[in-house]
């Protein structure tokens, strides 16, 4: 049986041959195309602290930083949360979920800890 076969592959020798040498130029093709996509993909854009991004841009110092600083945080801290849900959630009054509860169903907390403390937890589409 072993005499079968090498007498097959020394008659089909060359379209062996041929045959590995596609399938390893596909192979090679296929990983050169990957490596090329990755290198291609680019980072992410990070940014770690925004006030210091501002402060560089407008050339200012520490104190007109923080001015900065304190105009973009919220200054409304009080947080809403509705007297008949069942979900327990509260939003802050920038959220969209704030404005959808009836003035008569509103409970008003004067910040996230008191509303935390009675129970209630941020709801997901609203953020900090």
Not at 60 to 89: E, H, W, Y
Request: with cysteine.
């Amino acid at each position: 049986m072993l005499a079968k076969f090498i007498e097959l592959v020394k008659r089909y020798q060359a379209d062996i041959v041929l045959a590995v040498a596609i399938i390893l130029i596909t192979i090679t093709s296929y990983n050169v195309g990957k490596i090329i996509a990755y290198r291609s993909i680019k980072t992410p854009l990070t940014i770690t602290d925004p006030q210091d991004i501002v402060r560089r841009e407008m050339g200012q110092g520490s104190n007109q930083a923080a001015n900065i600083q304190s105009a973009a945080s919220p200054r409304d801290l009080t947080v809403v949360a509705s007297k008949k849900s069942s979900s327990k959630l509260y939003h802050f009054t920038w959220c969209p979920g704030a404005k959808q509860i009836a003035a008569a169903n509103k409970i008003s907390f004067p910040n996230e800890t008191a509303a935390i403390t009675a129970g209630y937890t941020l709801a997901g589409n609203c953020r900090k």
